[in-house]
């Protein structure tokens, strides 16, 4: 019984782990924009960010992976940099200021599209094989064009103005703070394509990091030394920017609230729920929960931020959804023949399907011959 109520928890606990971690980044998103909307630079809250993640990961890695860390190579660090660049720089930098030009919740919705982003990714770097005889592969093609068509939606048709129950009566002191940012949100094809760039970043460090875990398989370390190398890349660029000595300053409001809580929660937790997940079911199946996230971001951003939710957002956010579920789809549909596979041929679970997806790939290419 015992056996097999840990098994039971062992199935449920990727799944656990992804949906604290939406509920996690839904929380990101509505702190920045209300940070952002005070007029704190993005830079600094980038730089900020990443340097209390790695403050706050750095006890963990030492105390509970100092026996278990593997030797740093040259070709870690160097992948180390590189999704240290990926994440605080492009994905961040670029979220933040897309998000500026349109709102939180737009942006949520259209983060929708890092799946289909990461396995056009992967079939480019032959992480992936698609082969269209097949119903799962017609299914990850389809999804990856459904959910652009949902983006493009988005960025074209705004329409008017949804009305939510709760949204009728709006806080007056609110809808003034909201109310600065309103000349920024009409460069909205502007403000869709640093979001769509934030994405490939972001679909990027996914890849990249479902690779160096295989070869660093430190959980907390690997996530500390990504902050850290955040923190020394962006500050550079922060420094760069940002002259003034008031732009660094913090105060008891969310100038403090969001890179505590962005640090902890988004560069710290987040990378490292991330790793766990990966290592058994890959880099698509972390993704697959964002419409979970957006909901909370649109219900919680019209609420607190007073968003407007606009019928355009409605509609290209459930067709990204439903594009979305069809890549999803399919790459389940891959996790299991290659289980299955394996399991018959007395062999490990593979740790990360998009890699195993090869598997089935290349069975499609023998029953073809």
Not at 50 to 67: C, D, G, T, W
Not at 207 to 233: D, F, N
Request: charged fraction near 10%; glycine fraction near 6%; include cysteine.
């Amino acid at each position: 019984m015992i056996g097999m109520n840990a098994n039971i928890m062992s199935k449920l606990k990727p799944y656990i782990l992804v949906v604290c971690l939406q509920f996690g980044m839904a929380g990101i998103y509505v702190i920045s924009m209300a940070t952002l909307n005070r007029g704190m630079s993005r830079y600094v809250l980038i730089v900020y960010r990443n340097a209390v993640a790695a403050l706050f990961l750095a006890p963990f890695a030492l105390i509970f992976e100092r026996k278990t860390r593997p030797k740093m190579t040259l070709p870690v660090a160097m992948q180390i940099m590189v999704l240290g660049f990926l994440e605080p720089v492009l994905d961040q930098g670029f979220g933040y200021l897309g998000m500026s030009y349109t709102s939180a919740s737009f942006t949520s919705a259209i983060m929708n599209a890092v799946p289909s982003i990461t396995f056009i990714i992967a079939v480019v770097f032959r992480m992936e094989r698609v082969n269209l005889k097949r119903v799962r592969g017609v299914a990850k093609v389809i999804g990856t064009l459904v959910t652009f068509a949902g983006a493009l939606v988005m960025t074209l048709y705004k329409g008017p103005i949804v009305d939510f129950f709760w949204t009728r009566k709006t806080n007056h002191l609110v809808h003034s703070a909201s109310a600065a940012s309103a000349a920024a949100n009409q460069h909205w094809v502007a403000g869709t394509l640093f979001i769509l760039l934030a994405c490939v970043a972001w679909s990027c460090f996914y890849v990249l990091q479902s690779v160096t875990v295989k070869r660093y398989p430190a959980e907390l370390s690997l996530s500390t030394l990504i902050c850290m190398a955040g923190v020394v890349q962006t500050t550079v660029i922060a420094v760069a920017f940002e002259h003034r000595a008031s732009s660094w300053a913090v105060g008891w409001d969310s100038r403090l609230l969001a890179p505590l809580y962005t640090g902890i929660v988004g560069s710290g937790i987040t990378y490292y729920f991330q790793a766990l997940v990966m290592k058994t079911r890959g880099p698509v199946f972390v993704t697959a929960f964002n419409p979970l996230c957006m909901v909370v971001v649109t219900i919680i951003s019209s609420i607190i931020l007073a968003e407007k939710i606009h019928l355009g957002s409605v509609i290209g956010a459930i067709i990204i959804a439903i594009g979305l579920y069809s890549v999803v789809w399919g790459k389940s549909k891959d996790y299991s023949t290659a289980a299955g596979h394996l399991e018959k041929s007395n062999a490990a679970v593979p740790e990360l399907p998009i890699t195993a997806s090869k598997l089935p790939a290349e069975q499609d290419a023998n029953e073809l011959h």
